[in-house]
């Protein structure tokens, strides 16, 4: 495998939304932490379960299963919730379970395909076939709710 100084590694965590494998950049997750039941918010986004208190800090968790359009989660203790930061924004993912840490190079990145929903396209950066499984990369900055979005409600 040749390396390329465009071939760059990273580090990225890889879970599982049902059948599902998907992945985000390691840089951007904070934490990963057990299910805690989320305060509901009125008049949120259908996809954002709530609020948990994190250490003083309020954080929205992200459905990621409806988020992505693969329906409702109904969430039990076994369910994980990943902490992630993008810009000055900050959420929780909530998501079946954690899977493991992938170094992969951007060579790796196939483009979305064109099959795919716009939806899908939308949220999904790229797809990387790892180990015969596909695992789709996770594009942070169209998964989090916009917060002036927010605001202007």
């Known amino acids: 495998m040749s390396n390329s100084s465009s071939d760059h590694w990273q580090e990225l965590i890889a879970f599982r939304i049902g059948e599902q494998e998907f992945c985000v950049d390691i840089?951007?997750?904070?934490?990963?932490?057990?299910?805690?039941?989320?305060?509901?918010?009125?008049?949120?986004?259908?996809?954002?379960?709530?609020?948990?208190?994190?250490?003083?800090?309020?954080?929205?968790?992200?459905?990621?299963?409806?988020?992505?359009?693969?329906?409702?989660?109904?969430?039990?203790?076994?369910?994980?919730?990943?902490?992630?930061?993008?810009?000055?924004?900050?959420?929780?993912?909530?998501?079946?379970?954690?899977?493991?840490i992938l170094s992969v190079t951007d060579s790796m990145l196939q483009p979305t395909p064109n099959v795919a929903s716009e939806t899908v396209k939308s949220f999904i950066r790229g797809i990387l076939a790892v180990e015969g499984r596909m695992i789709g990369l996770i594009g942070l900055e169209r998964i989090l709710p916009d917060m002036q979005e927010a605001d202007a409600a």
């Open 27 to 100: 840089m951007s997750v904070r934490e990963i932490r057990g299910w805690t039941p989320a305060t509901p918010l009125p008049h949120a986004q259908r996809y954002v379960q709530g609020v948990i208190n994190l250490r003083g800090t309020v954080l929205p968790i992200i459905d990621l299963s409806a988020r992505l359009g693969f329906g409702f989660t109904a969430p039990e203790a076994r369910h994980v919730i990943i902490v992630v930061r993008y810009g000055d924004q900050e959420a929780g993912l909530l998501v079946d379970a954690v899977c493991d």
